[in-house]
C-alpha cells in the first residue's frame, strides 16, 4: 500500500480533548455547561445506538445531554411542540432530532422547526442556505469532519480539483460548498454523472458518499490523490466496509481514509464542537430564542 492512512479515530480523540479543554474552560469561567437535546422517535435500534453513543460522548466532554424518548405513533404536531418548547427553553443550547423519522412525519417540517441557532446537525433550510454565501451557524457535523480530516492531515485544498461522488444534502452538496468555500474547484457527481471515473480521475481531492460498495476502483483514482470515503456499507458477511475498494485505492492514493475509522468517528467529534459554538454564541448573544446572531464563516 502506498496511501498513508487518515486516521480518524485518533483525529476526533484530538478534537474531543479540545472540547474537553473547551467546555471545563467555559465552566469555569462563566459557570454554564453547553447542554444537547436528543429526541428520538420510535424504538428504531439503530437510532436508539445513536442516540446513546452521542450521549456518551457529551458525557465525556463534559457536555450535559438531555436524551427525549417519544412515542412512534406520536402527532407531528406534539413533536414541533416539543422542539418548540427546547428552542425557548434558555438552558437548552442545542437541538437535534434523530432521523429518520416515521412515515406521518415531515422531516421537512421539523428540521425548519428547531431553531437555527441550535441547529447543530446544520439541516435548517438557513444554516444549508448559509452555506452558499459562506456564512453558516452550523455546518452539518459529516462535511464538518472531513475538512476537518484535511486539515489536519495538512493536505491544502486551495486550487485544488475536489471531486465529490455524492449529491445528498446530509453529506456531498455541503461538502462541495464547503470545500469550494477553500477555494477548491469541485465537481459534483451523481447517478446520473456521465463516465464517473472520467471526472473521479481528475481529483486531486476524492470524496465518497453514494453508499456503494467497491463504486471506485483503482483504476479511476489519479496516482497521488487523497480519498476520502465517507460511505458505511455492510456487507452479507458482516463486514463494514466503504465506498472505495481500499486496497486498489490505496496503492495509487497518497493519502486514505479507513472504513471503519476514518469519517465516521469524526462525525460525533464535530457534533460536539457545534454544541459548544451553540452555547458560546448564545452566552455572547445574551439570549436563547429568536436571536439573529452573528453569522460565522
Ligand atoms: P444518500 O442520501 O443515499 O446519497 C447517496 C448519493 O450518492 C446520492 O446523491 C446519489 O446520487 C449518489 N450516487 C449513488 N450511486 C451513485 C453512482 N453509481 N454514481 C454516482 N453517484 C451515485 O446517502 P448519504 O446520506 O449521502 O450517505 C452516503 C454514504 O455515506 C452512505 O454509505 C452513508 O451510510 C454514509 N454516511 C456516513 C457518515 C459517517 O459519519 N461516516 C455520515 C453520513 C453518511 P442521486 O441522488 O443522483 O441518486
Not at 463534559?62 to 412515542?71: A, E, H, K
Not at 428547531?114 to 448559509?130: R, W
Request: proline share 6%.
Amino acid at each position: 500500500m502506498a496511501a498513508r492512512l487518515i486516521d480518524g479515530k485518533a483525529i476526533a480523540a484530538e478534537i474531543r480533548r479540545e472540547v474537553r479543554l473547551d467546555v471545563a474552560a467555559m465552566d469555569a469561567q462563566t459557570g454554564v455547561v453547553p447542554c444537547l437535546a436528543a429526541i428520538l422517535i420510535g424504538n428504531d435500534p439503530a437510532s436508539a445506538t445513536y442516540v446513546q453513543n452521542k450521549a456518551r460522548a457529551c458525557k465525556e466532554v463534559g457536555i450535559t445531554s438531555v436524551r427525549i424518548d417519544l412515542p412512534a405513533d406520536l402527532p407531528e404536531a406534539l413533536l414541533l411542540q416539543e422542539i418548540a418548547r427546547l428552542n425557548s427553553d434558555p438552558a437548552v443550547h442545542a437541538i437535534l432530532v434523530q432521523l429518520p423519522l416515521p412515515p406521518h412525519i415531515s422531516e421537512k417540517r421539523v428540521l425548519e422547526t428547531i431553531l437555527p441557532e441550535k441547529d447543530v446537525d446544520g439541516f435548517h433550510p438557513a444554516n444549508l442556505g448559509g452555506l452558499l454565501v459562506g456564512k453558516p451557524l452550523f455546518v452539518a457535523s459529516t462535511p464538518l469532519g472531513i475538512l476537518e480530516l484535511l486539515n489536519r492531515s495538512n493536505v491544502g485544498i486551495e486550487g485544488k480539483h475536489a471531486v465529490i461522488v455524492g449529491w445528498s444534502v446530509v453529506v456531498g452538496k455541503p461538502t462541495a460548498f464547503l470545500l469550494l468555500q477553500h477555494h477548491a474547484t469541485v465537481t459534483i457527481c451523481h447517478i446520473k454523472t456521465r463516465d464517473l471515473a472520467a471526472h473521479t480521475r481528475q481529483a486531486d481531492i476524492l470524496v465518497v458518499a453514494a453508499g456503494k460498495p467497491g463504486l471506485v476502483t483503482g483504476s479511476m483514482v489519479k496516482e497521488g490523490a487523497v480519498v476520502i470515503d465517507v460511505g458505511v456499507n455492510r456487507l452479507i458477511d458482516g463486514r463494514v466496509v466503504g465506498d472505495v475498494d481500499f486496497p486498489r485505492v490505496a496503492e495509487k492514493a497518497s493519502l486514505i481514509t479507513p472504513v471503519p475509522g476514518g469519517v465516521g468517528p469524526m462525525t460525533v467529534a464535530m457534533l460536539l464542537r457545534n454544541t459548544v459554538d451553540a452555547c458560546r454564541r448564545i452566552r455572547d448573544a445574551g439570549c436563547s430564542q429568536g436571536a439573529a446572531g452573528d453569522y460565522i464563516g
